[in-house]
């Protein structure tokens, strides 16, 4: 049995100036206002500012973004919940866990930074329920590899795998998509292995493309 951490890797080319001006370009049709670009992208992002502040966020939709997520099964429910986007995900019915590809075992994805995330509880409570949680997972993986020996296939086997077992999950989504993501994956009430991976997402996208997300915070 595999553990392994949550995590996420953007799969666009991203030129933070460029986008902006991408989106200037387009919106600016809207106004009728293409004489007022300027080559150095100040005007896009004074443009693009008055978009996201003024809610007329049609415009960012011409621009999107696709991110790869490792995160559990569980996870990966939450994300396709959003609609306007695109998915494409590692499937239990066609991967064969007991096969040489995969290690011949089960991949998971571990619960301790979800736990701190949440906050909850002490390290005497953490140590306990992290081992029940890999005494569940090892009898889960024990079942589906017997289930696999004895001729089950993949599809029919996966329904012992467990909540926690590893996916990859690539989400393709307009800037306007994201931020609503963002903002409902990051806040508090969002579940903690979500936000294990949205708010790293969210501060580094801030740092790569100016203004489209700016406004966003992630609730402590």
């Known amino acids: 049995m595999i553990v392994t951490n949550a995590g996420y890797t953007i ?24 004489d007022k670009i300027t080559d150095d992208g100040e005007s896009a992002k004074k443009f693009v500012a008055m978009l ?20 559990d099964r569980g996870i990966s429910h939450e994300l396709v919940r959003h609609r306007v986007a695109s998915f494409a995900q590692e499937s239990t019915r066609y991967c064969n866990y007991t096969g040489e590809k995969f290690g011949s075992e089960i991949n998971i994805i571990g619960i301790g930074k979800g736990i701190d995330i949440q906050n909850k509880l002490t390290n005497d409570e953490k140590f306990s329920v992290v081992g029940e949680w890999l005494d569940a997972m090892e009898d889960a993986e024990h079942h589906y590899q017997r289930m696999i020996g004895l001729g089950a296939t993949p599809q029919i086997a996966r329904s012992v795998l467990p909540t926690s077992t590893k996916t990859e999950i690539t989400i393709t989504a307009n800037y306007r998509e994201w931020r609503n993501i963002f903002k409902l994956r990051t806040a508090k009430a969002a579940h903690p292995q979500i936000r294990e991976v949205m708010i790293p997402l969210l501060t580094e996208l801030k740092s790569r493309i100016s203004i489209v997300f700016d406004d966003i915070k992630e609730e402590e």
């Open 11 to 34: 799969l666009t080319h991203i030129d933070g100036i460029e986008e902006l001006k991408h989106i200037e370009k387009i919106g600016r049709v809207c106004y009728k206002s293409e």
């Open 52 to 71: 996201i502040k003024n809610g007329h966020e049609a415009m960012i939709e011409h621009s999107t973004l696709a991110v790869k997520f490792i995160v």
